[in-house]
């Protein structure tokens, strides 16, 4: 495990339930402004030792506002603000709940 508190609470909550875990995988990775969350399964047409990630969301803290802040990337690769909460784990919890199904398709 991380030392980083916040990949630990988005792994926890977008954990994968074992029995698919070496089919898809929920992980986070620290950024230069905050982090993000991506999906990452093998290439299909490669042995199952080569992962690829696909990205999901993008997290980062506003400083100025004391906002976290949640995008969503476009099919243009363009990253989309979608919503802002002064909690973490109530931008979390936006992201998992994915009411306009951005994320998660």
């Given at each position: 495990m991380t030392n980083d508190k916040y990949i630990e609470k988005i792994e926890a909550m977008f954990k994968v339930p074992k029995r698919v875990a070496n089919k898809v995988q929920i992980k986070a990775e620290k950024t230069k402004v905050g982090y993000l969350i991506f999906e990452s399964r093998p290439k299909w047409d490669k042995?199952?030792?080569?992962?690829?990630?696909f990205d999901v969301?993008?997290?980062?803290?506003?400083?100025?506002?004391?906002?976290?802040?949640?995008?969503?990337?476009?099919?243009?690769?363009?990253?989309?603000?979608?919503?802002?909460?002064?909690?973490?784990?109530?931008?979390?919890?936006?992201?998992?709940?994915?009411?306009?199904?951005v994320f998660w398709g």
């Open positions: 042995d199952d030792s080569e992962w690829i990630k969301a993008k997290i980062s803290f506003d400083d100025k506002d004391k906002m976290w802040k949640a995008y969503w990337k476009r099919a243009s690769g363009e990253w989309e603000f979608y919503k802002e909460h002064r909690l973490f784990s109530s931008i979390l919890k936006c992201i998992q709940e994915d009411q306009h199904c």
